[in-house]
């Protein structure tokens, strides 16, 4: 019956960059494909453009940034429209949040009947000036207006959306995406190919810190780097694995030179700056404790990929994190920007390494019962089939 419903309806994934097509909504798109239909994708392209047109999707380049530019951004939303109009599609899923907001409007106006947002989090906790929240904010209850229903991907921010007005209650739903579990497995990997890794990147025989995440400020990683330099006293073989993509747009990027400023050049390594890394599960098995200080968070993917991996997490109690991670179970929380609070819950887990491979433990057996994609997924075209048959 549902694959049957799948080849009867035309479907747009819209992104404000491509980058969230290639790595974050990719396995979606192939299963939507594995049921037989021809998956659509509208963003700003950049360099992965070719790989999405090798793997059988339709592509639309359209140019849309991340900053708030008004000029800019309504020329994306009449191109939006126009190419809306033009394919008469089914259903338009929209996800980030400039392409949620010119996505939802532009599909709505252009006719589609059934309008979908996935939410990845409103700016909760966030230092952004308050002008720039609030416009934000009212930017996403208007775009709330001209979709059928909102996918959040945490408690939290359901309640937040809800009681700020953003979001009409009927209209949002609880939605955590999920990862490929098989994929981040760590028996997938033997002690000779760990090895191997680590000597090639020039860490054997340190206490690896790993790190996934764009580098960014709001990462927290300023205050892994306080951490850290409290951590070397105590454990001088600690070092850092960052898997930080540069992310030049946003107004926080940093630069891989500021490890100088923190005289911390020499111990860490960081991928994935310069030339992107496709093979993301091959380096959570090199890593001793996965770290996550982040300030703010929709449901943090690499928490998925560590727990599934069997590393022990270290985050930030805020929401996003907290749902994603058991704390005391299968992760540790500690209040975001207390990189003192980061370093000793760190050094603790160092020096007590049973503790460490039971919370690993844990959250591979949370990855194996909450965070199966292939469960996620059957979830969303059930929403897609109860809508399209009110709609159409």
Do not use: W
């Not at 009947?113 to 934000?136: A, D, E, N, R």
């Amino acid at each position: 019956m549902e694959n049957k419903f799948l080849k009867g309806i035309k479907i747009c994934h819209v992104t404000t960059v491509d980058i969230t097509a290639r790595f974050i909504i990719l396995d979606f798109m192939r299963f939507l494909k594995e049921q037989g239909r021809n998956v659509f994708v509208a963003c700003s392209f950049s360099k992965f453009r070719p790989f999405l047109d090798s793997e059988g999707f339709n592509t639309k380049n359209i140019k849309m940034t991340r900053r708030i530019t008004p000029a800019q951004d309504f020329v994306s939303l009449i191109k939006l429209f126009l190419y809306f109009k033009k394919e008469k599609f089914d259903i338009v899923h929209t996800y980030t949040p400039k392409a949620g907001i010119l996505g939802r409007i532009a599909a709505k106006l252009a006719g589609v009947p059934v309008v979908i947002h996935t939410s990845y989090g409103f700016y909760m906790g966030v230092k952004v000036p308050k002008g720039q929240k609030s416009l934000i904010l009212f930017a996403e209850k208007t775009a709330s207006l001209f979709c059928d229903l909102v996918f959040s991907q945490n408690k939290e921010d359901i309640d937040f959306a809800v009681k700020n007005k953003i979001v009409n209650p009927q209209k949002i739903k609880l939605l955590t995406y999920g990862i490929d579990i098989k994929r981040f497995n760590l028996e997938k990997f033997d002690r000779d190919f760990i090895q191997k890794k680590k000597k090639d990147l020039g860490i054997e025989n340190k206490k690896i810190i790993g790190v996934v995440g764009r580098f960014v400020k709001e990462k927290g990683y300023l205050d892994l780097f306080e951490a850290f330099k409290i951590i070397k006293k105590q454990i001088p073989e600690a070092f850092l694995l960052l898997i930080a993509p540069k992310d030049k747009e946003k107004p926080d990027a940093l630069d891989i030179s500021i490890l100088k400023d923190y005289g911390i050049e020499k111990d860490a390594v960081v991928l994935g700056y310069e030339k992107e890394i496709l093979n993301i599960e091959e380096f959570y098995p090199l890593m001793d404790v996965f770290a996550l200080p982040s300030y703010r968070e929709g449901f943090p993917y690499s928490i998925m990929e560590a727990s599934a991996s069997g590393k022990p997490v270290v985050a930030t109690d805020i929401r996003g994190c907290r749902e994603a991670v058991e704390n005391n179970n299968t992760g540790l929380l500690f209040p975001a920007g207390d990189y003192k609070k980061m370093a000793e819950i760190i050094v603790y887990l160092f020096k007590n390494p049973e503790v460490s491979v039971k919370i690993g433990y844990n959250g591979r057996t949370k990855a194996e019962r909450d965070f199966d994609e292939r469960n996620i997924f059957g979830k969303i075209t059930k929403e897609y089939k109860e809508l399209t048959d009110k709609k159409l």
